[in-house]
């Protein structure tokens, strides 16, 4: 009975689910189409994002090649308000990211003029100070002076004091000593972190880690020494509202602008 | 009975080379101490040094020719603890020196955002800055100034990161091949 049925489909009817199947077959295509793009998205979200661990596999065979499909991966377009832009311009003036005019304008000012500016509370003349002396080596005043520029709101020359702190890998010293400077310099950078600026403690934080596992093999910190670095950040945080303190300067502002977090709370 | 005969001899010859040698260390241990210190000359010793340090009858008690090897490696020792010192200041240097680059870039970076506000979202631009980062995005197509921002920001971040390395790399080389090598 069923067999005589099938038998008696006109051509239309024939047609129609032949047009049915193809429909179908055309709708799983497209959707595992969309799956993929879905994917390479994220990938590379995820290359944009990670920007370290790609230049770390770069330079595992260095070669000078270029992104071949670059109009395909430009980053996707995020809505931001001119409050936005304008807190982000703010912030990054207060926080160090001047231009090199900015900052050669203050190279020129002699010492002592840079001193005094610095006890009326410039913290560029700090920052520039701090330079001077870490040029010639004297690291105990460039990391004075640094502290004195981030007590006055600089965030940037907190990922100065970390690299001054960050053992070179050619130095001989013992593994507990090396280990020891390195949680100073991620106390350092957890301290930019609480003072709102992710992108300083992202970008030379992961600098110093891909320089320690690149010499020394992985650097992992168990529950207690993240407790110890947190606990350490948390002291600096004290004396660095203190240094400030002592120039009349109320409580840090430790916002972090919209992109600033768009840009770098993903990254760890 | 030739046997014990033999035996004591050994014995004797072993106790006078042991004293021997036992006096030597300790006399190592008195010159290596700071107070002894003063009477050798912290340079590289040329020639002349070594044959004036052949006609001393004693220094410091070692033979002047002891002595003067043992100048002359004191010597080298702080070269390259001086070598090693000035290589690590210059490193410092350079990397305070890149992360205030890094602060210029981005505040290159930061102008196309401001771009993008004033423009009102509609500006373009064909040139992004790479920062010499190897792997940068250097579009070539237009792209709007908030992408241009992110892109300026992700390669300004890349730069920073890949010269760090590179300095990091040179310096223990230098480390290595020049000092070491003193």
Known sequence: MHNRTVKQLSGAQILARIICLGVVVLSIYKLIDSRDKVVS??????????????????????????????????????????????SLKTWNEQSGYISQQDQSVYEGYSESVLESMVKAGDSRAAAALGYLHAKV??????????????????????????LLVEPASFTEMKIEERRGQ??????????????????????????????????????????????????????????????????????????????????????? | MEKIIGRFVLAVALWFSSSAFAGELEYTYTYGTPSAAPTVDYTMPSGSDV????????????????????????????????????NDLALKDTKLLQ?????????????????????????????????????AVASSAAVTFI?????????????????????EYTFKNFDQQVCDKI
């Open chain 2, 51 to 86: 044959a004036n340090a052949n006609n001393y009858t004693s220094y410091g008690g070692m033979s002047p020719r002891a002595a003067a090897e043992r100048a002359a490696g004191e010597a080298r020792g702080r070269k390259i603890g001086e070598c090693k010192a000035k």
């Open chain 1, 41 to 86: 998205a994220a990938q590379h979200s995820v290359i944009g994002s990670n920007v370290h661990e790609a230049t770390s596999d770069h330079l595992e065979n260095v070669s000078l090649e270029q992104p071949s499909s670059i109009s395909e991966e430009q980053p996707a377009e995020t809505k931001i308000t001119d409050y936005d832009v304008q």
């Open chain 1, 182 to 268: 390195i949680k100073e310099v991620m106390a350092l950078l957890k301290l930019a972190e609480l003072r709102g600026d992710l992108r300083i403690s992202r970008v030379v934080g992961n600098g110093v880690k891909l320089k320690y596992e690149k010499n020394f093999g992985p650097l992992t910190f168990d529950e207690a020494e993240t407790q110890q670095i947190n606990t350490r950040a948390s002291v600096l945080y004290s004396d660095l509202q203190q240094t400030r303190d002592g120039y009349g300067l109320g409580e840090f502002n430790n916002e972090t602008p919209a992109i600033i977090k768009r840009d770098y709370s993903s990254q760890k």
């Open chain 2, 99 to 135: 992360l205030k680059e890094y602060e210029n870039n981005t505040s290159t970076c930061n102008n196309y955002n401001i771009l993008a506000a004033t423009s009102g979202g509609v500006g373009y631009i064909t040139a992004v800055p790479t920062f010499g980062f190897t792997a």
């Open chain 2, 147 to 167: 992408a241009a921002a992110q892109i300026c920001q992700s390669n300004a971040d890349g730069a920073y990161a890949e010269k760090d390395i590179i300095t």
């Open chain 1, 137 to 162: 080596g004297d690291f105990s005043k460039a990391k004075f002076y640094y502290w004195q520029a981030a007590a006055l709101g600089e965030t940037t020359s907190l990922g100065k004091l970390a």
